[in-house]
């Protein structure tokens, strides 16, 4: 079934709102499914998913892209996520990723408190999606890296464990 056809939320376009539907989602570990289309709503999504975690985060993407993960906001939560102990890993397919704000600050903990930045197999470096897995629960899938728009839940493990299969499987 495609997954447009799971999508329970709307949410509001305002910047404002969407964050404090998206923190209540995540307090909930709601199973809604919703649209993030922009990086803006990237980057709230993924401060949301970073302050989730609980014992891991598994992060595929093309270039760490400092509209989302260089934001001041991301970067804190990333750094309470480790100071919780999660563990982070992270696989890029563009090595422009390590010219990002993110890169920079957490390449220095790689291999250390459980964070692991990595270049992506050359077999994969074309992947068309870029996805999220936190806890083998939560997940944002993007199915087209050309644009920031994703789907988010907070509490599909089905889901969730697809994407985490596919992370383990051809990745680490």
Not at 55 to 68: A, G, H, K, T, Y
Request: charged letters at 25%; aromatic letters at 12%.
């Amino acid at each position: 079934m495609p997954l447009q056809r799971l999508v329970s939320h709307e949410l509001p376009m305002n910047p404002l709102i969407y964050r404090t539907n998206v923190e209540t989602l995540s307090e909930n570990k709601s199973d809604a499914i919703f649209h993030n289309r922009s990086a803006f709503h990237a980057e709230i999504v993924y401060e949301a998913l970073f302050d989730y975690a609980k014992s891991s985060i598994n992060i595929f993407c093309e270039s760490l892209d400092d509209r989302v993960f260089g934001s001041d906001r991301v970067l804190k939560a990333t750094t309470r996520a480790i100071q919780r102990s999660v563990r982070i890993s992270v696989i890029y397919q563009d090595r422009s990723a390590e010219d990002s704000r993110f890169f920079k600050k957490f390449n220095n903990y790689n291999g250390l408190h459980k964070v692991s930045l990595k270049f992506a197999p050359e077999h994969l470096r074309e992947q068309a999606g870029n996805f999220a897995v936190v806890d083998s629960r939560a997940f944002r899938l993007e199915p087209d890296k050309s644009t920031c728009e994703a789907f988010v839940s907070f509490n599909r493990p089905a889901l969730a464990e697809e994407l985490e299969h596919f992370f383990k499987k051809n990745l680490t």
